[in-house]
């Protein structure tokens, strides 16, 4: 699966870290502004040394290539927008509106989802 959006930095939050089983961990969360007639704002998570390797800075222009994972935890569920590549600058010039939310097409390859970690942060 590729998912991809593209959009302005208009926050990017504190850095978090911690010891989990697998070891040390640090993630860094930042607000995607995404243009349209109605403007949407995603929180995006970065983990590891992305941090470091794929900076982002607040109001650049950026296309983030995503996953998205859904998870339970004691009867409630967590979504997780994770960021596994970060580029400088928009990709798709004057980028198409949409016409409405949920009408994009895209498809699921489950087999992706194996390799992400199962460790919950908290």
């Known amino acids: ?3 991809q959006l593209t959009g302005k930095v208009v926050q990017i939050l504190n850095e978090q870290s911690g010891e989990g089983k697998n070891g040390p961990w640090k993630k860094r969360d930042f607000i995607l502004e995404i243009p349209g007639k109605y403007p949407r704002k995603v929180c995006i998570t970065q983990w590891g040394d992305s941090i470091d390797t794929q900076p982002v800075q607040e109001g650049s222009d950026v296309t983030v290539s995503i996953d998205i994972q859904s998870r339970e935890y004691k009867g409630n569920w967590y979504t997780d927008v994770k960021a ?3 580029e400088a600058g928009s990709s798709q010039q004057n980028a ?3 016409s409405s939310p949920g009408s994009e097409d895209f498809t699921v390859d489950t087999n992706e989802f194996d390799d992400l970690d199962d460790d919950l942060p908290f």
């Open 1 to 3: 699966m590729n998912l």
């Open 84 to 86: 596994w590549k970060v």
């Open 96 to 98: 198409p509106e949409l």
